[in-house]
């Protein structure tokens, strides 16, 4: 994909998918606040939600990076984001939503990504709503949410660049 045209098409779909995803973020956040009182199950399922949204957040943003013009500035910004994930070289992130959502192949010894099973799964976990752990991974609240302010941001300036790179292709 190299023509404007087929970039702009890209980005169509991107922007109000980011803004969705970026909604969807704040209300996993604020749902998670409100469990404050009581750590319980409740608690736990905020977790999962808020960390399957980090993750879907994270992927929407990678779609600017199969924008050719700013592909290596949304790079950055992913890898900067995936930085406060990095556990042991592991995205604590990304191990954690695969156990979430593929639990079916994780069981069978088939899951995908960094996590163990027998290391993982189901050994424990420990819930409180500023922390989140499992096996050999942990998320804390208040950094994952200050990487996804950050990564906004990188987004939305990628985005910029990608609109000003956009207007002056088309106007030749």
């Given at each position: ?7 702009g098409?890209v980005w ?10 970026w909604?969807?973020l704040?209300?996993?956040?604020q749902q ?7 750590v ?19 992927n929407?943003?990678k779609?600017?990076t199969?924008?050719?013009?700013v ?14 994930f ?6 604590a992130l990304?191990?954690?939503?695969n156990m979430?959502e ?7 010894g ?15 976990r ?5 922390e989140?752990?499992r096996?050999?991974f942990k998320?804390?609240l208040?950094p994952?949410m200050a ?7 990188d987004?939305?300036?990628v985005?910029d ?8 292709e088309?106007?030749?």
């Amino acid at each position: 994909m190299s023509s404007a045209t087929e970039q702009g098409v890209v980005w169509d779909f991107y922007k109000p998918r980011h803004t969705h995803a970026w909604n969807m973020l704040q209300v996993a956040a604020q749902q998670l606040a409100k469990t404050a009182k009581t750590v319980d199950f409740e608690t736990e399922y905020a977790w999962e939600n808020l960390i399957i949204r980090l993750s879907l957040y994270r992927n929407t943003v990678k779609t600017l990076t199969n924008l050719p013009s700013v592909a290596p500035d949304a790079e950055q910004a992913l890898s900067r984001f995936d930085a406060e994930f990095t556990q042991g070289g592991k995205n604590a992130l990304i191990s954690l939503r695969n156990m979430f959502e593929h639990f079916d192949d994780y069981a069978t010894g088939a899951g995908r990504g960094p996590a163990e099973r027998n290391l993982d799964l189901d050994p424990w976990r420990s819930i409180a709503v500023e922390e989140f752990s499992r096996g050999q991974f942990k998320i804390l609240l208040s950094p994952s949410m200050a990487a996804a302010n950050y990564l906004r941001s990188d987004a939305e300036a990628v985005s910029d660049k990608f609109i000003r790179w956009y207007e002056r292709e088309t106007a030749r």
